[in-house]
């Protein structure tokens, strides 16, 4: 009998024991938990005043309002060179769609990776039903791409989506483009770094070829019944400047982009013809084009082969800015720079 009853007495201690332990476990389980609840309502917490944290901008784009409520997340770059300043601010994982890739001849080295990331919108000029379809909430694009034929901002505002205009025919507006975008995106650290970098690499190019007489150049877009050129208010004109050249259709200040008849060409015989290398026809097309045109074919320019090849994007507003010089003043001084 005592046996007995010595067993079941530890047979119940054991018992009790048991179910201590489990009560433990559970209340220890359901502290975590409570924890772990905490946690994400602190975690949620953080982000919705992350997302009311943005402070509304009004900015001028050249003369029209833009105002940013929220921080976008969805924008459409229409125009290889808006693109490729969005990579090189950083920017790349907001873009969902581009256009313009007809006006490309890709991007430079350094951005590659990044630009095959960013899916395609349109080969050419954005349509309205791709942009209106897109679910994009921000617009940065070439102003041809606008108005007339193109896109209706009106529209696209009563869509939810803002649109802001890549327009600049100066350095300094260019700038306050990058800086905009700064403040819009709040990389404004960023993009003024962009700027300063930029702005130290043409300083360096001007030094360079400070003393030097101006090249007379012929921008050379296209042929046909002329040569569609650059006018005096292009951007282009404008790097063409800062690279020790000077566009000799400039006094042209009506029209960006005109065609000019070849005996305008002859008669101002430039020194060097910058070739706009995009699509079609090739690059080498062009120039042979130039060579066996019974008139372009008399300017000595042509005869010596002083030709400057150029990617369209190049020439656009954008980030190419330093880039564009430096290749443009080693071709128009390769004596200074080779």
Known sequence: MKKRWIGGFIMIALIGLLLAGCGTADQETGETEEAEGTGSQEETGTAEEAATDFEALTLDNYGREVTVTEKPTKVLT?????????IALGLTDYVIGNSLKNHSRGPLPEYEEEYAKIPELTYGSA????????????????????GGEGLDVDELAG???TTYMNSATSLEEMYQEIR???????????????????EARIAAVEETISGEEPVKVLVYDSGGDGVFTAGGTNFET??????????????????????????????R???????HDYDSPSLEQKIEDIKNDPALSQLEAVQNERFVAITLE?????????????????????NLFN
């Open 78 to 86: 229409l125009g290889p060179n808006t693109t490729e300043l969005f």
């Open 127 to 146: 349509t309205r039903e791709a942009v209106t379809t897109s679910g994009a909430d921000f617009i940065y694009g070439i102003d041809w791409e606008f």
């Open 159 to 161: 869509l939810g989506m």
């Open 180 to 198: 905009d975008i700064g403040k819009i995106f709040e990389i404004e650290e960023a993009a003024e770094a962009y700027v300063a970098d930029q």
């Open 238 to 267: 404008l790097l063409i400047e800062y690279a020790g050249g000077r566009n000799v259709f400039d006094d042209i200040t009506d029209q960006q982009w005109t065609t000019v008849s070849y005996e305008e060409v002859l008669a």
């Open 269 to 275: 015989d430039p020194d060097v013809i910058v070739v």
């Open 314 to 334: 190049s020439v656009l507003p954008g980030n190419r800015m330093a880039y564009t010089v430096e290749t443009l003043a080693q071709g128009f001084y390769p």
